[in-house]
């Protein structure tokens, strides 16, 4: 996993790697950039896990940069470390869908805290991601199969069953038996 800390003063990215204990975190590698350009650079480059960022940036804000990489690179988790607490830069910041908001100057233990909350939800990330994409291909194999039986599909089946039950209560285990499969299936 890694880790790209992007913010125009040097020393505050400087505070950053010497006071969060990474010993304690999954980063294989943690980056620095101290403009949006130079970001940008890393992202052609490397698979970016997590950005730490400032707002207030010469030649592009940390708003931009975070607009851009939705657009690039959606998998990253955004995360905003700025002095400035306001309402339109936090408005912003939901706009662009940020995972968190970190007001500077901030604590190792609360840096250490978010870090690890977004390592988190690069995995949950990941692990939807698998299970959609293992999905498609199970749906690829079966349909063709379950057309050429000449049956409607489980998905259809169960769609038919919940419309036709939509006032009684119904259990995921009670709709599995109902076509025949096991509640995991």
């Not at 804000?61 to 309402?87: A, K, Q």
């Not at 706009?95 to 978010?114: I, N």
């Not at 909350?117 to 995995?123: C, F, G, N, T």
Request: proline residues 3%.
């Amino acid at each position: 996993m890694n880790l790209l800390i992007v913010d125009d003063e040097k020393y505050a990215i400087q505070g950053i790697l010497d006071g969060v204990a990474w010993e304690r975190l999954e980063f294989k590698e943690v980056l620095t950039a101290n403009s949006f350009a130079q970001a940008v650079e890393i992202f052609g480059v490397r698979r970016i896990d997590a950005m730490l960022c400032d707002i207030e940036m010469p030649m592009g804000s940390g708003l931009d940069l975070i607009e851009w990489v939705r657009e690039h690179s959606p998998e990253t988790v955004n995360i905003i470390l700025s002095c400035h607490d306001r309402f339109d830069f936090a408005r912003q910041a939901v706009k662009l869908q940020c995972f968190d908001y970190v007001m500077k100057p901030a604590t190792s233990e609360a840096l250490l805290e978010v870090l690890d909350k977004a390592i988190a939800e690069v995995k949950e990330r990941r692990r939807q991601a698998l299970l959609q994409e293992v999905g498609k291909q199970y749906a690829h194999i079966v349909a063709p199969a379950e057309e050429s039986a000449g049956r409607a599909s489980l998905a259809e089946q169960a769609a038919h069953y919940i419309l036709a039950h939509i006032d009684e209560p119904l259990t995921v285990d009670d709709l599995a038996d109902r076509l025949y499969v096991s509640a995991d299936h």
